[in-house]
């Protein structure tokens, strides 16, 4: 049973690894790993009442974990389509492109660590249209949106849904991650942009001669500045809520659905259904990445299968003895989630790792944090960001492998001895 369950994972990892030159989406091949994951470990264990029980139990840990994010990403969309976003990205205006580099960066770092490194870089780079107009100076500005938004989202227990994984699973708590991992990923982001500006040092920036036309109904400022501030005070409120009641962070952002679905109604009570249809939750709703969410479920699941059946316990004994050191193994980890997707990288490493062994907030948790979030970015197919990156300015790949990776990779590096550095400190 155990050599077939490994070949069936690796088969399937490696197609959702390849998903773009075999052009099969990844979810597909996450669902179809997870049932002949789980259909052999069925036939070969011999008892149903455990394999059901197993079952039963990975998929309350992954249902929190997708609720979460379906909570979130609705909240986000809601955000959208009232322009809220507009309140921040209005208010960056300046001449020098070096200057607007830095400006990109830091607001790309924090918002993402207050939305997900995926809506950030949409966001970021739908702005970068609007104020260059040269196509090269929009690429460089896409690579580093990639980086500080992958670096933002690595310290916030909200901001990556590796973080977030980690956070719900009980390896970190909100406070403690955002103390241990915030300095390592700043450096992480500024040390590439720093590169990056002072290559663009002197010029000027390039605006389109007419400015994008805005899709979408309008709203007002009242409108917009109230979703924008509630969305927002939702997803920063999930952890507090988390730490008050005790209750798993998918009731706190479900709580918070509620919420911002009352308000909206009631601003919107008094328009046509034409004009407020487009503004409200159930049209948010259709426009999650519901493929995304079904890709979670499926690796998570097909993860689940291994932990069940030791083999990734035998995976990190095997580790240990030939490796040793854990501050190396992880960040073979970090590099490695820039050849392949994080989430089942961090989704195993959790199964590999028992919290008897390492209790919540220890060095190997916090460290994987950082290293699976910032890795990413050493590729452009790496994250989820640099995936919606390489669709919205289409980057070629190999491009961001001549320009951005060294920089990725020497950020990565830098961030990553900041935090041994800091950890020894500290200790």
């Not at 690429?139 to 980690?166: C, E, K």
């Not at 909100?174 to 915030?182: D, P, Q, R």
């Amino acid at each position: 049973m155990i050599p077939a369950l490994i070949v069936i994972f690796i088969i399937a990892y490696t197609a959702i690894a390849l998903e773009h030159p075999l052009k099969i989406n990844k979810s597909a091949s996450a669902l179809i790993g997870a049932g002949l994951l789980w259909t052999v470990y069925a036939l070969s264990a011999g008892d149903t009442h455990l394999v059901s029980e197993q079952l039963g139990e990975s998929l309350m840990g992954t249902a929190q974990i997708v609720f979460f994010l379906m909570g979130a990403m609705t909240i986000v969309e809601v955000v959208d389509a009232h322009n809220g976003f507009e309140v921040i990205t209005s208010r960056i205006k300046t001449s020098k492109l070096s200057t607007l580099m830095w400006l990109a960066g830091f607001v790309t770092f924090f918002l993402s660590a207050i939305l997900d490194n995926l809506t950030t870089t949409i966001v970021m780079i739908s702005l970068m249209r609007k104020l260059l107009e040269k196509h090269e100076d929009r690429l460089f500005f896409a690579g580093i949106i990639v980086i500080a938004a992958n670096s933002g989202g690595a310290w916030s227990p909200i901001g990556d849904v590796t973080t977030t994984m980690l956070w719900i699973g009980g390896q970190i708590t909100s406070l403690a991650i955002m103390k241990a991992v915030l300095l390592p990923s700043l450096v992480s982001m500024i040390v590439p942009l720093a590169i990056t500006a002072y290559a663009l040092r002197g010029r000027d920036v390039v605006s389109p001669r007419q400015a994008d036309s805005e899709h979408g109904l309008r709203t007002t400022t009242f409108e917009r500045n109230l979703m924008f501030c509630m969305g927002l005070g939702v997803l920063v409120a999930v952890p507090a809520f988390k730490t008050i009641t005790h209750l798993p962070p998918f009731m706190g952002v479900m709580f918070g659905l509620g919420i911002l679905w009352l308000v909206g109604d009631l601003v919107h009570r008094h328009k046509e259904d034409f004009a407020k249809q487009h503004l409200t939750l159930v049209h948010a709703l259709s426009k999650i990445d519901m493929g995304s969410l079904v890709f979670f479920i499926g690796i998570l699941l097909a993860v689940a299968t291994l932990e069940h059946t030791h083999i990734l316990t035998s995976l990190a004994q095997w580790l240990d003895r030939n490796v040793g050191r854990q501050d190396v193994i992880v960040m073979i980890i970090g590099i490695v989630s820039a050849i392949v997707d994080n989430v089942p990288l961090v989704a195993a490493s959790m199964g590999m790792y028992s919290l008897a062994q390492y209790p919540p907030d220890h060095f190997l948790w916090e460290f994987l944090a950082y290293c699976a979030g910032t890795g990413g970015s050493i590729l452009i197919i790496g994250s989820a960001a640099g995936v919606a990156a390489m669709g919205l300015e289409k980057v070629h790949f190999f491009w961001y492998v001549r320009k951005i990776s060294g920089l990725a990779l020497v950020g990565y590096f830098a961030g990553a001895g900041v935090y041994l550095i800091q950890y020894q400190l500290l200790q």
